[in-house]
């Protein structure tokens, strides 16, 4: 068995040794490719953002691998490594306690994992840009399900006529070539992370995105100076143009919580 | 199909892998340290969020046939990666499945690692 295992693993080291010189020569060629591409421009002289954007469905380490006929989705050399935690907001003194409770009770008291939508801006970059000079739409196609934002571009102040909302309301402008989006009007039944990191209905969100040839970056800040001890900027999310069209979500049906026989955490970063 | 040739479809308690607690979600419902390796047919799968779910037939060494319930990832990382729900059924011929076994005491519930298919084609979902 131990020789068995030794010669698998050494085999295993060999291939995947040339799989990652494959893969880091895919890298480079997408870099190179995706470096060289002319950013595309709407007739009102902006960057278009139309379009549908890879951010590693919604977490942005998973990209898979193609081996033969094979596919290794998560947890294969070649896949990058997840990010690691630590990308979280700080809190005012008085507020830590109540943080590390919720995070020690997430497995209850996380909405995400009961499928509801998961709230600017965990939800992450859009999945899918459709812009128009008078307003962008942002789809998302999130393990939750189909969300949309519709972000108004022509100087049109935040609606009053509805009620907080998992994903706020929406304004847009023009910085250069940066779209900002400023997002408000939220609930208070979303976190800000996987973490019990809550935040109040005056939460405020402002997202800044540019797009560079192929690829989009995604910036986001989150403002809620009742309870954060300072704006929480989230690590940069990088998204690549794609062809593989985004889909009617499948249904979320929860069914892992009555199996759990502890409360340790459930990762759900996106 | 023949069940019988599928007799004593659970083979083995593979080995112990700490490392793998590293990135797992799922340490409340499954036992990450160890995996078992299934052999059977896969009858069905729920395409659903936020977990998919495989029922693979399994059958003893009577050729008492069992339905296993397992556990897999997000349909949106499955088609992130090109992989449909024809795709992870195949054509019904045997297949071998990686899994963790769940911590609640049910015998037939699991976790999927790794599906690897009649052909010897695989698909890994999490790491082994």
Known sequence: MNNFRHAQAKASRGAGTLAAALWILLLHTTATAADDAVTPRASDGHPDLSGTWDNGAGIDFVKPVQIGASICVRGCAQNPQPSQRGDRPTYQPEFVASVKDLEERQVQEDTVLRCFAPGVPRIGPPDKIVQTPNEIIFLYDDYAGNFFRIVPVDGRPHRTDVEPGFLGDAIGWWEDDTLVVESINFNDQTWLTDDGSFHTTNLRVIERIRRDGETLEWLATAYDPEVLQEPWQLRPRIAHLTDQEIVEAPPCIERDLDQMVDDTHHDNVR | ?128
């Open chain 2, 1 to 128: 199909m023949n069940y019988k040739s599928l007799a004593a479809g659970v083979l083995s308690l593979l080995w112990s892998a700490p490392w793998a607690l590293a990135h797992h979600s799922l340490l409340a419902q499954f036992n990450a340290d160890s995996a078992i390796e299934l052999t059977g047919i896969i009858m069905d799968m729920d395409w659903i969020n936020p977990h998919s779910y495989i029922y693979l037939d399994v059958a003893d060494e009577d050729g008492n046939v069992v339905t296993w319930h397992l556990e897999a990832l997000p349909t949106a990382m499955l088609r992130k990666a090109g992989l449909t729900k024809a795709m992870m059924i195949g054509d019904g011929q045997p297949v071998t499945v990686l899994i963790h076994t769940a911590r609640n005491g049910n015998k037939t519930l699991g976790y999927i690692l790794k599906i690897t298919y009649a052909d010897g084609h695989y698909y890994q979902l999490a790491e082994v």
